[in-house]
């Protein structure tokens, strides 16, 4: 049983040990103040060393401290020689296996350990031989020279040097968690330059090849369109089934090149917000209009518009007319032929919500978390039942403006073959935020670039 002034003892230097903030300097700091504080504590150590082995039994690293210029070296070479050898355990002796095992041990063969040539080695009668343990194997020893012979070591001393051998055990641990530690945050950091050298590579892909891709497909639209529609002799119905085919696989991989570069310019900060007090309304109206004139004729689909009066709101209108052209370009793709869209309005004083509903396949609860999301097709129900193959891609675009927007976007529905209704909303541009509307502007990140206008 420790006296109580060594409990204490122990107590400061465990303290001791987890206030050290610079844990790869831990050991070096830490067992100079151990050595002094075991000599005030009556133990008349010459010497205090943590040596540490390999699997062979090789001295791999040790640091060492003596009384009488209490420096600690780092490498066994810069010890003055210190140790005899440089492999442990060759003698197999009683003492080795009682370290092997985990067990302390006192040792008078000063010789067999220590090199002559160190000063004060005519000092040290003694060797008390304590092993540090890392997952149940040994991994080193503590080594107190003693001025003491062998036989006047007591249980206690043994016990007190345990204890302390346990805290030298904590900051070998200590320090090798801080050491993989830094050196996976290197690794993360340089896995993460390379992550950005990979997007902004990908991003300038996708730019250059939408670039490209465009300027071959509108020349194949247009010269499909006129072999459709002005060709100089008869078509037979093949051949003019085969010119519609192409004419509406191009449009798609048009608006699929669109979306992509849009897609692009917002992830990469090519675009700006530039918000102001817009008429969400009339805006609503213009957009409506353009829907039916475009695709509303042609299904016979019913648009209906429940008109009230309205806050204006704050957004930019280019960007707020791209998230209407998709929002309801999707729900004319989705509705059957004679269905029924409406758009409809509600305020609550702080913003405006804007929903359009369509009578279309509906969404299940299961898919509607997939909505908004890039490249988030429906395998069995709303885009999957379009038409034009839709991409997936104009809600995140339409999600992504809107947030940018300082609103929010959300979908809802009752069930597959329930229709869908699609609402965002927008701050009202109240007179105390357009005073500070500079605070709503996102500047781009370079060369601000437009967006390329949606498809209904």
Do not use: C
């Not at 080695?121 to 020893?141: K, N």
């Not at 709101?313 to 998709?326: C, I, Q």
């Not at 976007?409 to 965002?424: L, P």
Request: cysteine-free; glycine content about 6%.
């Amino acid at each position: 049983m420790l006296s109580e002034d060594k409990i204490l003892t122990f107590l400061k230097l465990e303290q001791l040990a987890l206030d050290i903030e610079d844990s790869t300097k831990l050991l070096e700091q830490f067992l100079p103040i151990v050595l002094e504080e075991l000599n005030l504590s009556g133990y008349p150590y010459v010497f205090l060393s943590s040596l540490f082995i390999d699997d062979e039994g090789k001295i791999k690293q040790t640091f060492f401290t003596d009384k009488v210029n209490k420096q600690t070296f780092r490498e066994v070479t810069k010890a003055e020689n210190l140790f005899q050898n440089e492999t442990l355990f060759q003698k197999g002796s009683e003492w080795e296996m009682k370290v092997m095992y985990g067990e302390a041990a006192v040792v008078s063969d000063v010789a067999y350990f220590i090199n002559p040539s160190y000063p004060n080695f005519s000092q040290i009668r003694s060797l008390l031989l304590l092993p540090i343990q890392h997952a149940r194997r040994l991994s080193g020893i503590l080594i107190l020279a003693s001025a003491k012979a062998a036989d006047t070591v007591n249980a206690e001393e043994i016990e007190f040097g345990e204890m302390i051998t346990r805290l030298v055990n904590l900051s070998f641990r200590l320090q090798d968690t801080e050491g993989s530690l830094t050196k996976i945050t290197k690794q993360v950091y340089e896995m993460n330059a390379k992550l950005h050298q990979l997007d902004k590579l990908k991003d300038d892909f996708v730019s250059i090849a939408s670039h490209e891709l465009r300027t071959p497909m509108a020349a194949i639209r247009s010269y499909a369109w006129m072999a459709l529609h002005k060709s100089d002799v008869p078509l037979s119905d093949k051949v003019e089934r085969y010119l519609v085919r192409v004419l509406m696989s191009t449009e798609r991989l048009i608006n699929l090149v669109n979306d992509m570069l849009n897609i692009s310019r917002i992830e990469g900060g090519k675009i700006e917000i530039n918000p102001e007090s817009v008429d969400i309304l009339s805006l609503a109206k213009d957009v409506v209009d353009e829907a039916y004139n475009s695709r509303g004729v042609e299904k016979n689909i019913h648009f209906s518009i429940l008109e009230e009066r309205l806050p204006k709101v704050l957004a930019d209108p280019e960007k707020l007319r791209e998230v209407m052209l998709n929002i309801l370009g999707n729900a004319v793709k989705f509705t059957a032929e004679g269905g029924s869209i409406a758009v409809s309005f509600f305020t609550d004083g702080k913003v405006v919500e804007v929903s359009v509903k369509d009578t279309g396949p509906g969404i299940s609860k299961e898919d509607l978390g997939k909505l908004f999301t890039k490249f988030g097709r429906l395998d069995n129900s709303y885009t999957a039942l379009s038409t034009s193959g839709g991409t997936g891609l104009g809600l995140y675009i339409s999600k992504s403006l809107i947030e940018l927007m300082h609103g929010k976007i959300w979908a809802s529905s009752e069930g597959v073959g329930k229709g869908a209704t699609f609402t965002f909303a927008l701050p009202i541009a109240t007179k105390e935020i357009l005073e500070r509307v500079d605070q709503f502007r996102i500047r781009s990140k370079g060369e601000a670039k437009g967006l390329e206008p949606a498809a209904i």
